[in-house]
């Protein structure tokens, strides 16, 4: 019709538009990151993530055969074994029905004992909330049909949304045909997080990197 405006994207949107999944997680391609940024950005911006804090963050890890750097990209790895989960005394760290690990701000005090107990530094203190937060992979998008910021910010697609726990999906046959492997397994979490190009000396140099603890208990890479 003459003199109407086409609809935004995001107008119209539905949780009938959400694909229900039995593990939610993102699989990750190293080979394609090219240390960007662009994913940390759009969180913060979505998430409203406060200065010090993030709920995705890129590592820059040497390689060991030229004088470059290869791009690791982390975030909560929505553990099937989540250590957080029981670490909480206040029972405010929940798994959804899609496999996800979440946070209930309702319920949580502010204890620290979730930071202490995940193995990633995925989780962190709001300084203005005053409650644990970390990446839920964008709940208040994909229950409307919508990639979490951080996989529809990425320029390269190193990173891609999906069911993890569906051997027909799409993430899975990538994961699966690229051999993807899970950061950190020697932790014992079962991650849901796959990646894809992971090597050995990425791995040590991930697990080398110490978290420390800020005012309010906003992390930091020492």
Same mark, same amino acid.
């Given at each position: 019709?003459?003199?109407q405006?086409?609809p935004?994207p995001w107008? &119209?949107l539905?949780r009938?538009?959400?694909?229900?999944m039995?593990?939610?997680?993102i699989?990750? #391609? %190293?080979?394609?990151?090219?240390?960007?940024?662009?994913?940390g950005v759009?969180c913060k911006t979505?998430n409203?993530v406060?200065?010090g804090g993030f709920?995705?963050r890129?590592h820059?890890?040497q390689?060991?055969?030229?004088?470059?750097?290869?791009f *690791?990209?982390?975030m909560c790895?929505h553990?099937?074994d989540?250590p957080c989960?029981?670490a909480?005394?206040n029972?405010?760290?929940e798994?959804?029905?899609? &496999?996800? *690990?979440?946070i209930?701000?309702? +319920?949580?005090?502010s #204890?620290t004992?979730?930071?202490?107990?995940?193995p990633? &530094?995925a %989780?962190y203190v709001?300084?203005?909330?005053e409650?644990?937060?970390?990446?839920?992979?964008c709940?208040?998008?994909t229950?409307v049909?919508?990639?979490?910021?951080?996989?529809?910010?990425?320029p390269?697609e190193?990173?891609r949304?999906? #069911?993890?726990?569906?051997?027909?999906?799409?993430?899975?046959?990538?994961?699966?045909?690229? +051999?993807? *492997?899970a950061?950190?397994?020697d932790?014992?979490t079962?991650?849901? *997080?796959?990646? %894809?190009g992971?090597?050995?000396?990425?791995? #040590?140099q991930a697990k &080398? %990197?110490q978290?420390?603890k800020?005012e309010n208990g906003?992390?930091?890479?020492q």
């Amino acid at each position: 019709m003459a003199g109407q405006s086409s609809p935004l994207p995001w107008e &119209g949107l539905s949780r009938d538009r959400a694909v229900a999944m039995k593990q939610a997680a993102i699989l990750v #391609d %190293i080979r394609r990151c090219v240390g960007c940024h662009a994913c940390g950005v759009a969180c913060k911006t979505e998430n409203d993530v406060p200065l010090g804090g993030f709920r995705i963050r890129t590592h820059y890890v040497q390689r060991p055969d030229k004088p470059t750097f290869a791009f *690791v990209p982390m975030m909560c790895q929505h553990c099937k074994d989540a250590p957080c989960i029981p670490a909480c005394p206040n029972e405010a760290i929940e798994r959804l029905p899609d &496999g996800r *690990v979440d946070i209930n701000k309702a +319920k949580c005090k502010s #204890d620290t004992a979730c930071m202490d107990a995940c193995p990633y &530094g995925a %989780i962190y203190v709001d300084p203005q909330t005053e409650k644990a937060d970390k990446c839920n992979l964008c709940t208040q998008r994909t229950e409307v049909g919508l990639q979490p910021a951080c996989v529809e910010a990425c320029p390269t697609e190193a990173l891609r949304f999906g #069911d993890m726990g569906a051997e027909d999906s799409e993430v899975a046959r990538l994961a699966a045909a690229h +051999k993807a *492997v899970a950061m950190k397994p020697d932790a014992k979490t079962n991650p849901a *997080v796959r990646y %894809i190009g992971l090597e050995a000396y990425m791995q #040590d140099q991930a697990k &080398g %990197i110490q978290l420390g603890k800020g005012e309010n208990g906003v992390l930091y890479e020492q």
